[in-house]
């Protein structure tokens, strides 16, 4: 079983901030954050990996709180294409090839 | 073009019947994978490869046989086709098991068992 909780379905207004939470409250030392999406009808796509701190690319950010028990992805200008299910996923550093998939986030972004 | 391919996009077989889907990537990446997606749940790793040569099962292998004879191809077959193995299909690579730049997806392929 995935070891993420995340929201069924969020919308968001286009232009504006998505942010898209996930919590992994059992999360282990050893255990990384990875965000993928996928838009309909494609292959999944990276977004953005991090273990304890916060990390930035030219796609999103992700926060995760000092616990680690919990993250945030955010994209700071979202878009229609941005529209897809956003899958949060825990798993090793050293064996990322066993990451377990939820049901993910379904994110429509509205005009 | 450099990138990952799958063949075919659509495929539509008959129950008992043997199928190939083919992967190839033209990164000379090391590690290579096969999911499905089925309605209902998240992608489920098939099999993986570490390198050439090299494979192993995932989550769900039954019915499925892998092979890994070049480094930018990984076939999966289904030696005999049954209805439940109706599904989506994507091929993934990675550079390794931490990659700064996590794994690369195909297009999938769209299976029916019929």
């Known amino acids: 079983d995935a070891k993420t909780t995340q929201p069924t379905s969020m919308d968001c207004a286009e232009g504006r901030a998505a942010n898209l939470p996930c919590n992994h409250s059992t999360i282990s030392g050893n255990e990384y954050v990875y965000w993928y999406r996928q838009i309909h009808s494609q292959g999944p796509q990276y977004i953005i990996h991090?273990?304890?701190?916060?990390e930035t690319n030219e796609m999103a950010s992700l926060i995760i709180t000092e616990d680690r028990k919990s993250s945030t992805l955010i994209l700071p200008h979202a878009t229609l294409r941005d529209t897809a299910v956003y899958y949060c996923i825990v798993s090793p550093m050293d064996s990322n090839y066993q990451l377990i998939w939820g049901a993910g986030t379904k994110l429509i972004i509205k005009p | 073009d450099a990138g990952i391919t799958q063949s075919p996009r659509y495929k539509i077989t008959e129950t008992g019947r043997q199928v190939t889907l083919m992967c190839h990537q033209t990164w000379s990446h090391s590690y290579m994978f096969w999911y499905r997606q089925d309605l209902g749940h998240g992608l489920r790793l098939i099999y993986y490869?570490?390198?050439?040569?090299?494979?192993d099962k995932g989550e769900v292998p039954d019915g499925y046989v892998v092979s890994r004879s070049k480094t930018e191809n990984f076939p999966l077959t289904l030696e005999s086709a049954t209805r439940s193995q109706t599904s989506v299909y994507f091929c993934?690579?990675?550079?390794?098991?931490?990659?700064?730049?996590?794994?690369?997806f195909g297009s999938g392929t769209r299976l029916t068992v019929v």
């Open positions: 490869s570490a390198a050439a040569d090299i494979t």
């Open positions: 991090g273990l304890k701190n916060n």
């Open positions: 993934a690579s990675s550079t390794g098991p931490l990659s700064d730049y996590g794994y690369t």
